[in-house]
């Protein structure tokens, strides 16, 4: 029922911008209280928490390796949400995945604690080059 599709990566020289979409089917962002999170994995690496909005509070976190450069949004009309990335450095090349969770509270569950998301996207990726 629930479904995230992401879109939006790509290859980007450092210091560069894009801007990640993960739309959503299943449920309302306007009326569903979720959390929404963006997650990253690079080779080799264990999946990261880059970013959350809580619909219910509409309070936002960031891992501190992207606090300044990266801003998560949304549009209720299109069900989707944004993941704007600006100066983009080598290490932000990774697959970008959104994910959601019905949070007890409806706030954001850990970014440390990507298990705590019960919905996934598929992935886009972003490497990040000269």
């Known amino acids: 029922q629930v479904q995230l599709v992401e879109s939006g990566g790509g290859l980007v020289q450092p210091g560069g911008s894009l801007r990640l979409s993960c739309a959503a089917s299943g449920f309302s962002l306007d009326l569903d209280y979720y959390a929404i999170g963006w997650f990253r994995q690079a080779p080799g690496k264990e999946r990261e928490g880059v970013s959350c909005?809580?619909?219910?509070?509409?309070?936002?976190a960031y891992a501190d390796s992207v606090k300044g450069r990266f801003t998560i949004s949304r549009s209720n009309a299109k069900n989707t949400v944004y993941l704007q990335m600006n100066s983009l450095e080598p290490e932000d090349t990774a697959v970008y995945y959104c994910?959601?969770?019905?949070?007890?509270?409806?706030?954001?569950?850990?970014?440390?604690?990507?298990?705590?998301?019960?919905?996934w996207g598929q992935g886009t990726e972003v490497t990040v080059s000269s």
């Open positions: 994910a959601a969770v019905r949070p007890h509270g409806g706030s954001c569950p850990s970014l440390s604690r990507p298990a705590a998301y019960d919905y």
């Open positions: 909005f809580s619909v219910n509070d509409g309070l936002t």
